[in-house]
């Protein structure tokens, strides 16, 4: 039995959220997570998805999901991140249906400062849940790892009752992701903060899972966002399992695994610190450096290559008379950064052992 025979294609919400991510725990693989900002890198990833039959998240972060709509749009009340974040999710799940791939819509860090964008969102979700019956998007992402953790909760709390009978997933974050990213900057932050304590882990998920159990916690462990020389950062993803392995405990030990985890800041990480932190229940990654720089390289690649077809739209090498629609036509260029995204994003699925239907290739790769 393969992820296809568990959950519908097309974009996910409910109840089959948590059947694909149950199933991703059970068979030790996770599912990456790759930020878009436009239809061109949206539908990459699920041509990548659909290429290796797996299931894919696609998720937009409040500046990409600005970016989304468009740069000319005024951002100061978040109205630019809100209205893109929603015209990505009507495209993706269009897109989604034609790729025929389950896909997680996700939205990702939302810090304290721009919950106006998570209320804009959760307005979208029920506005769509009142005329179809299910939310916009999969699941959303609250980032209050900044507040106290009393305040975290309280706020997740609020947030996840008001979530959870829309059928929607919530994943929060509690100890910090360093470095930069979207405009949350964390790179000064005191170093213990990057490890969280089982006991904060094992607080949050009393308190959320008395709502609802759908819901993932990004527990840091060292991560930071962005890629470093190796030695800069470290990585202690053995301490998910102290995390596991005490909630199993507050809980009775009927269950080894109890929590769904997220790896936050995964650009960069060796493929023994990945399988490390799957095998103790993580079942989202995040990726977005290394898709990123991927997107460049194809265009990148071909703007070098084709110069001199490129400096004016008639002559080239060919003839002072020869046209050069065929090479700056942006179908033709932004192509070849599809091209390398799409590669860039198999080979995320693969190290996190999402590859084909039945997805129970990591425990082979790694063991």
């Not at 699920?46 to 005024?74: H, N, T």
């Not at 900057?185 to 490890?195: E, F, I, M, S």
């Not at 009927?254 to 490390?276: D, M, W």
């Amino acid at each position: 039995m393969g992820v296809f025979d568990i959950v519908p294609t097309g974009v996910l919400t409910g109840d089959n959220v948590r059947k694909l991510f149950e199933f991703a725990k059970e068979n030790n693989f996770a599912i990456p997570a790759i930020n878009v900002t436009s239809s061109s890198t949206a539908n990459a990833v699920l041509e990548a998805a659909r290429d290796i039959k797996s299931p894919i998240i696609l998720q937009v972060s409040q500046g990409g999901s600005a970016y989304f709509v468009g740069k000319g749009v005024a951002n100061d009340k978040q109205q630019a991140s809100i209205a893109g974040a929603i015209a990505a999710a009507h495209h993706i799940r269009i897109a989604a249906k034609a790729y025929g791939v389950p896909v997680v819509l996700h939205s990702d860090h939302c810090a304290h400062k721009l919950l106006p964008w998570f209320d804009g969102m959760l307005e979208a979700d029920e506005a769509y849940f009142k005329q179809h019956g299910e939310p916009l998007f999969s699941s959303h992402m609250l980032d209050l790892s900044e507040e106290s953790k009393e305040a975290n909760i309280a706020t997740c709390v609020k947030y996840f009752k008001r979530m959870a009978p829309l059928g929607l997933w919530l994943e929060m974050e509690i100890g910090i992701t360093g470095g930069e990213e979207d405009g949350v900057d964390n790179t000064g932050v005191d170093n213990a903060a990057l490890y969280t304590q089982p006991e904060d882990v094992y607080d949050v998920h009393a308190a959320l899972s008395a709502i609802s159990p759908n819901f993932s916690i990004a527990a840091a462990f060292g991560n930071v966002h962005g890629v470093y020389k190796p030695g800069n950062v470290r990585l202690q993803p053995e301490l998910l399992g102290k995390h596991q392995a005490f909630t199993s405990q507050k809980l009775g030990g009927k269950q080894e695994k109890p929590l769904f985890l997220v790896f936050h800041g995964g650009s960069g990480s060796t493929k023994e610190e990945i399988a490390t932190a799957v095998s103790h229940g993580v079942v989202k990654m995040n990726v977005d450096t290394d898709t990123q720089f991927a997107y460049l390289c194809g265009i990148r690649d071909f703007i070098l290559n084709k110069k001199d077809y490129l400096l004016q739209q008639v002559g080239n090498p060919e003839g002072a008379d020869k046209p050069n629609k065929k090479y700056y036509d942006p179908r033709v260029w932004v192509r070849e950064g599809e091209k390398t995204l799409v590669e860039r994003a198999k080979e995320a699925c693969k190290d996190l052992g999402n590859v084909g239907a039945s997805c129970h290739f990591f425990a082979h790769y790694f063991h």
